[in-house]
């Protein structure tokens, strides 16, 4: 971090308490947070954080690449799951992508999420596969990836007008209002299962 002139740390803590007493003064906009900590996990610091900083972005930096722990991270409302074998240029890019307002899986990660989704069904077993248009659960899985309205348009050979309507739609057949609730949204109901294809 200290490498990049985008980014300026100021504070590290080795437990959730201990940040959470200097959260207020300090006023972060993006939290790196360990799952394995003592007292409270990272996981379970997630809504302590967000109950002080409702703005606050937050990422699991972590060695723990079990389905169980992505998705309760994810379902808990983190910007963002990250292993901590990643290399430091695409980890400083990923934490810029949050930054920006994006949400962030890396590769290993949405690999593992894709393999959770069923092909034929969402997570509840119920058929809301109307909800959105192929086009539409495209764009929302590059939204999960973390690409922004920009790189979905080149991505798909879209104009960015047509990305920002897609978006919008989305939001509406969804009943969100953000990027987090239609990723959540997402693999609620089971759209968010087609990430490889945009993985290398």
């Not at 959470?20 to 809504?47: F, V, W, Y």
């Not at 430091?88 to 949050?98: D, Q, R, T």
Request: hydrophobic letters at 45%.
């Amino acid at each position: 971090l200290a490498s990049d002139a985008a980014f300026a740390c100021v504070g590290s803590f080795s437990n959730a308490e201990a940040a959470l007493q200097k959260l207020t003064a300090l006023q972060p906009e993006l939290c790196i947070l360990d799952i394995g900590l003592p007292g409270m996990s990272g996981i379970d610091a997630i809504d302590a954080l967000r109950a002080q900083a409702p703005n606050l972005k937050i990422i699991l930096f972590t060695v723990f690449e079990d389905s169980e722990n992505i998705v309760r991270a994810i379902q808990k409302g983190a910007n963002g799951y990250i292993l901590k074998d990643t290399e430091p240029e695409l980890l400083l890019s990923e934490l810029k992508v949050v930054l920006l307002g994006g949400a962030t899986l890396t590769p290993k990660v949405a690999q593992k999420i894709s393999q959770l989704i069923p092909e034929s069904e969402s997570q509840d077993g119920s058929d809301d596969s109307n909800l959105l248009t192929r086009r539409q659960s495209e764009i929302l899985n590059l939204i999960a990836l973390g690409f922004d309205g920009n790189e979905i348009a080149d991505e798909l050979d879209l104009s960015a007008h047509t990305v920002r309507h897609h978006i919008e739609n989305i939001y509406q057949r969804l009943h969100v209002n953000n990027r987090r609730e239609a990723i959540r949204a997402g693999f609620k109901f089971g759209f968010l299962k087609n990430l490889g294809r945009w993985i290398s």
